[in-house]
């Protein structure tokens, strides 16, 4: 039987965080993670990962990379659990090699001491995870993110990132870009991965997901992220996120770990 129980544990200033998700059944749509790489080991069952058209199956003991704004998508053919680790991308661009694989160790090494992740997880984790492919495609990113983009998209780009609960008209980003309304959505979705749309949508509810653990009602939480009732948020939530916004809430933990290095 399927609980869709997803744990959370991490530590606020070290940029690194573990996400379990278990005995799941959760399919995910197109998105993609704007602010983290993100290395998935699958524990138990399969899911079929969607990145750029190409499409692959991978099974218990099996991982994979994702980096920052690469669009994909997640079907569950079946129950599954999954384990990922999650790589603040500032840490990547801006913290040298070692120190980051220091914080993972430390952090792994400390999830065994917690009710959250037991040991035999950890130690899959530990076993698959390739941390110098996860170096090569932090160092593939940092070449992308201080290479030639458009100044312009990259200054929406991190506003929507930002403040997503800020009113957007589509025909003003273009006509402030100085090109026609088509021309201007076909640029960022080849830039971002989604249109702008998507991706000030997809934006909204991560940042709910982040205010739900702050937050005592979950009609504050819709009216802050710019959803203009609870009902619009809660079929905005369910799509993106596989589980309604209350049993998001009751079944998402976070824990922090102090005193890391």
């Known amino acids: ?27 995910y749509p197109t998105h993609n993670h704007v602010s983290v790489f993100t290395t998935g080991i699958v524990l138990k069952g399969s899911i079929v990962l969607t990145t750029n058209n190409d499409v692959a199956t991978y099974k218990s003991n099996e ?24 790589i603040d991308k500032n840490i990547a661009v801006h913290s040298d090699a070692d120190k980051i694989r220091s914080n993972i160790i430390t952090l792994l090494t400390s999830a065994l001491h917690t009710q959250k992740h037991n ?45 997503p609960e800020d009113k957007f008209s589509i025909e003003e980003m273009a006509q402030n870009a100085y090109v026609s309304k088509y021309h201007f959505i076909r640029s960022f979705k080849a830039e971002v991965g989604l249109t702008p749309h998507q991706f ?29 009732d609870q009902s619009h948020f809660t079929r905005q939530f369910e799509k993106q996120v596989g589980i309604s916004p209350l049993a998001y809430k009751l079944s998402s933990q976070t824990v922090h770990i102090g005193s890391m290095v």
């Not at 991982?63 to 999650?86: D, E, G, M, Q, R």
């Not at 949508?201 to 939480?221: F, P, W, Y």
Request: net charge neutral; aromatic share 8%.
């Open 119 to 163: 040991q035999y997880q950890t130690v899959q984790l530990l076993n698959c995870l390739d941390l110098d492919t996860v170096f090569r495609e932090m160092k593939a990113y940092k070449d992308w993110h201080c290479g030639n983009q458009n100044p312009f998209i990259k200054s929406l780009r991190n506003q929507l990132e930002l403040y």
């Open 1 to 27: 039987m399927a609980t869709n129980n997803v744990q959370y544990i991490g530590h606020s200033n070290m940029g690194i965080e573990l996400i379990l998700c278990e005995n799941s059944t959760i399919s």
């Open 63 to 86: 991982s994979f990379i994702i980096p920052p704004y690469v669009p994909h998508s997640i079907c569950a053919p079946k129950n599954y659990t999954l384990l990922s680790l999650c």
């Open 200 to 228: 000030q949508l997809q934006n909204r509810i991560r940042k709910a997901q982040r205010l739900m653990h702050h937050t005592d009602t979950i009609t504050e939480v819709a009216l802050t992220t710019g959803f203009c």
